[in-house]
Structure formats: C-alpha cells, structure tokens
Nanobody
Framework: QVQLVESGGGLVQPGGSLRLSCAAS????????MNWFRQAPGKQREWVAT???????MYADSVKGRFAISRDDAKNTAYLQMNNLKVEDTAVYYC???????????WGQGTQVTVSS
C-alpha cells in the first residue's frame, strides 16, 4: 500500500507562487509514476503534471511554462512548484501514485489552492 499526504495549498494573489508537496509512505519503492491533478468547483478532475521513476516529465498545456513537477527520493516527496498563478488555477489539487506490478492507484486527500485578488 502507498499513502499520500498533500500540503502547501493556500490563498495567493494572481501572479504569485505556491509549492505543493506530496509525501508518500508505505511501499514507496514500488511507485512508478507520480501525478498531480486538480478539480475546480463544478468541473471534472483534470490532469496537471506527471513525473516517472525515470524522471520523464509531462505537463498539461494549461500549466506548461508556469508549473514544475519534481521529486526528492530521499524524502519520498513529490512537489509541484506553481508560478505566475492565475485565477483559473483555483482548484483542489490532488497527487496520485501508480505503484506495484498492477499499477495500483493511491490518491491524497487534496489541498485547496485559491488564486484571488
């Protein structure tokens, strides 16, 4: 099993920055992929970014050039650095891990990001 806990959300003005963290515990050595997703009020959850075990990184077009995903294996933590935030980035942000031979899923509880003046 893999457990995930997000942190780092909050209220920020447009143009500001936040860094989200996703701390993993349990069978962390079996994690192959870490993702960030977000869900805005009244909208479906959408994919934001991915980092694989081999450090392949991908971003949704809406965040490319503004967000950066990374991980610290020594701390079993993935990060999402969010710069130049926009009002439309307001959402609950979730991290997800794919782990094990069957690509099992684990999700965190989510952290609220609000971008407002």
């Amino acid at each position: 099993q893999v457990q995930l806990v997000e942190s780092g959300g909050g209220l920020v003005q447009p143009g500001g920055s936040l860094r989200l963290s996703c701390a993993a515990s349990g069978s962390v050595s079996s994690i192959s992929v870490m993702n960030w997703f977000r869900q805005a009020p009244g909208k479906q959850r959408e994919w934001v970014a991915t980092i694989t075990r081999s450090s392949t990184i991908m971003y949704a077009d809406s965040v490319k050039g503004r967000f950066a995903i990374s991980r610290d294996d020594a701390k079993n933590t993935a990060y999402l650095q969010m710069n130049n935030l926009k009002v439309e980035d307001t959402a609950v942000y979730y991290c997800r891990a794919l782990w094990g031979t069957n690509d099992n899923e684990s999700w965190g509880q989510g952290t609220q990001v609000t971008v407002s003046s």
